[in-house]
């Protein structure tokens, strides 16, 4: 074999590998783009890493497709030299005048895959940017506006309907813990989510001073009309933070939280268990209710775990007082409830 047949033997396989190489390249890319939004899609409430991975998908895009270009020069630098060193064995796939029709000019275009290729690393670059984008502006936004307004505008639609299944079930009942706790000395209880007002009409019954906090303005209503002439504030407020002076200036030696957690977004739950805890004395404890089943979205609630939920609370400076497992009170069979009590830490 002459020095020249070897030359074009190995260009040829050169060319070849090349090729091999560059149709490996979009599977990279799906297999990264796919792995990373995977990753993005796990992520709960981890913004910082969510921006990476998508960013990642961004720039990764990118620069695969810039690879491609490069592979794509390289192997036509390698065909220029097949041409010219046997010309008469070399297949000519470039667009010529005898293709008459769009079809035969669209498929005979030069670098045809290169093209195409790169449209779709576009397109998922494209779409990884559009993503990351509005990941933060629906953070910024749920960080400035309440994101509860679908769960107010449920209870304020079905307040009536509601009323007779929440006031049927006795507080006895809901908190057989805590029946306890207000037989003593009188305490200042801030009732979240206060519903009817049947918690906060027990407690204030007991003499206590309770202050009923409740966004719906057609439950408050129903409230102040089922429990009037005791000693309770009725305050239209909601987590995660609190704008009603009232609820500014003081703490509480106990806070409950029945059934208002799941309609806590994610990315707001850090700073209503930051106001849980600011709103409680040191000596004082909260008690959250978690919802356990299927999420209702035309009520407004959010997918939770308890282990997510304990996180959070130690995170925030609480002692995580398991109070125990209980069944629906309204005997829904796919729903089930669990208790906690949060004690502030004695250096929080």
Known sequence: ????QSAYEQNYQQFRSLNQIMWQIPVLAMTLTGGLWFGVSRLSDA???????????????????GILYRFRHVMQCYLDWLEEAFPEGFVNASPNSSSKSKRER??????????????MLYWASA??????????YDREWSLKVPNSGTAVAFYDAHAATLADGYESVAFEDAYPFLVTLFEGAPLTVVDIGAGTGRD????????????????????????????DGLNISWIDDRLPRFSDPSLEARDFDVVLANAVWMHIP??????????????????????VSLRLGPQDSERG????????????????????????DFADLL????????????DRTPES
């Not at 074999?1 to 020249?4: A, N």
């Not at 990315?267 to 404890?285: F, I, N, V, Y």
């Not at 005997?331 to 949060?342: A, F, G, I, Q």
């Open 331 to 342: 005997e829904r069979p796919d729903v089930s409830w669990k208790m906690y009590r949060l």
């Open 1 to 4: 074999m002459s020095i020249e």
């Open 200 to 227: 906060a009409a027990w407690i204030a019954e007991r003499g206590h001073t309770v202050f009923a906090v409740e966004p719906s303005e057609s439950m408050r209503t129903i409230a102040q009309k089922l429990h």
């Open 127 to 136: 779409w990884s940017l559009v993503v990351f984008l509005g990941y933060w």
């Open 266 to 287: 994610r990315t707001q739950r850090d700073e209503a268990m930051r106001q849980l805890h600011s709103s409680t004395k040191p000596e004082g404890s909260a008690f």
């Open 106 to 119: 669209f498929r005979n275009t030069n670098k045809k895959v290169r093209t195409l290729f790169s449209y």
């Open 47 to 65: 913004p910082l890493l969510t921006s990476a991975l998508l960013l990642t998908a961004v720039f990764g895009n990118l620069m695969l497709a």
């Open 301 to 324: 609630m959010f997918e939770i775990s308890s282990s997510e939920f304990v996180a959070r609370a130690e995170n925030a400076g609480f002692t995580v007082v398991p109070m125990g």
